[in-house]
């Protein structure tokens, strides 16, 4: 769901790159062939083809991420969606009545895996009752959207201002957020809580 936004900037770095190279490979055939008055004005030329082509392709990476960004919150509204019957999802007040163990726990996300308020219920009465169940929330879904929609901006901003090593470990970040928001979106972690905090205390 997030890597488009990834793609597009991806895209954006090996596409800068390949007409800086073009760029340098013309600016030394002009240098090679010309002189005076005409290489002057050949230089002046390319450097101006070059900024243009630049710009086009910040404006079309710019416009592929508003793109992206606005499509996955299309899809992150879609997966989170609350529109479920009533009988697809645990009743609250029962749940809330039994001293659920660690084996029902497992039993019920694996049976709602695919149902994002069923696991909200279950995961809200389960920290209720000291067991830690943290399932993939709109708002964790939405928050790594904006982060990995910062990082590919100051990503761009690298490109355009040719700071090679910012470029590169920006895209990075930018790949490993992408990655961790992916994951997310799917993993479930399960765990009693006073069990986990008595294990880092021993």
Partial sequence: MFESIYNAIAKLSASWDKEKEEFSSKLTQISDNYAGTLLQEKELELRSAHQDKREQ????????????????????????????????????????????????????????????????????????????????????????????????????????????????????????MTDASEEALTRIVIGDVDSDIIRLMQ
Avoid: W
């Fill in 57 to 176: 392709l910040i404006r079309r990476a710019k416009s592929r991420v508003d793109e992206a960004y606005q499509d996955i919150k299309k899809q992150i509204n879609k997966k989170f969606a609350y529109t479920t019957s009533r009988d697809a999802v645990p009743d609250i007040n029962v749940l809330k009545s039994l001293k659920l163990t660690q084996k029902d726990v497992d039993v019920m996300v694996e049976q709602y895996r695919e149902n994002p308020l069923a696991l909200r219920i279950i995961s809200e009465v389960c920290n209720e009752q000291g067991l830690s169940v943290i399932v993939p929330t709109l708002n964790a879904a939405y928050d790594n959207l904006e982060k990995i929609k910062e990082i590919s901006e100051v990503t761009i901003h690298n490109v355009m201002s040719g700071d090679e090593l910012g470029a590169y470990l920006s895209l990075k970040s930018l790949k490993d």
